[in-house]
Antibody, heavy 124, light 110 residues
């Protein structure tokens, strides 16, 4: 079965950096676009970034553009999120999610399934 | 402030039907497909509806989706206490070149 396992979360000071990983299994990782979505404590979902199945295109939410970088290693079936210049408002559970359809372009993205999430806390 | 607007909460009795609305604009719902997600307390979200009205395998037909113009609706019939959750609509916004979600609707089954 499809499994997504996030790791790398933790407590970091404002201005610091963190790299999240999402280990994928149970499907052909190199055929699916992948997303990061976050949820601040007690708040709703906020999409963060998307990377196409082959890494050729990347999209970001305005709130993280220039600070976060999404990447993938298809040989390791792993998705990454490099987070720099972290702010208190970046505190959230970060989920990775797989596109429902293989090789979907941006704009035709349905998140299925989701990982269990990893908590990032930005605090001094 | 979410790009898509949902009511903060809805409620209905067991066995009844409820609808949850999601309002957007021509740059998002008006020209892109809508999806819906269910988030049970303490768990990750789950895809309920995609392409406006399609259900992934395993999702019961008690859940339905529709879209008209710049609004979408999630319908749930035969409400069960296990349906108590937060529900989110989502789509792509062509002007932002970003995926967007509604603020979420908390469903209470009285």
């Amino acid at each position: 079965q499809v499994q997504l396992v996030e790791s790398g979360g933790g407590v970091v000071q404002p201005g610091g950096s963190l790299r999240l990983s999402c280990a994928a299994s149970g499907f052909t990782f190199s055929s699916y676009g992948m997303h990061w979505v976050r949820q601040a404590p007690g708040k709703g979902l906020e999409w963060v970034a998307f990377i196409r199945y082959d890494g050729s295109n990347k999209y970001y939410a305005d709130s993280v553009k220039g600070r976060f970088t999404i990447s993938r290693d298809n040989s390791k079936n792993t998705l990454y999120l490099q987070m720099n210049s972290l702010r208190a408002e970046d505190t959230a559970v970060y989920y990775c999610a797989k596109d429902l359809a293989s090789k979907a372009a941006a704009g035709n993205n349905w998140f299925d399934p989701w990982g269990q999430g990893t908590l990032v806390t930005v605090s001094s | 402030q979410s790009v898509l607007t949902q009511p903060p909460s809805v409620s209905a009795a067991p066995g009844q039907k409820v609808t949850i609305s999601c309002s957007g604009s021509s740059s998002n719902i008006g020209n892109n497909y809508v999806s819906w997600y269910q988030q049970l307390p303490g768990t990750a979200p789950k895809l309920l509806i995609y392409d406006n009205n399609k259900r992934p395998s395993g999702i019961p037909d008690r859940f339905s989706g529709s879209k008209s113009g710049t609004s979408a609706t999630l319908g749930i019939t035969g409400l069960q206490t296990g349906d108590e959750a937060d529900y989110y609509c989502g789509t792509w916004d062509s002007s932002l070149s970003a995926a967007v979600f509604g603020g979420g609707t908390q469903l209470t089954v009285l």
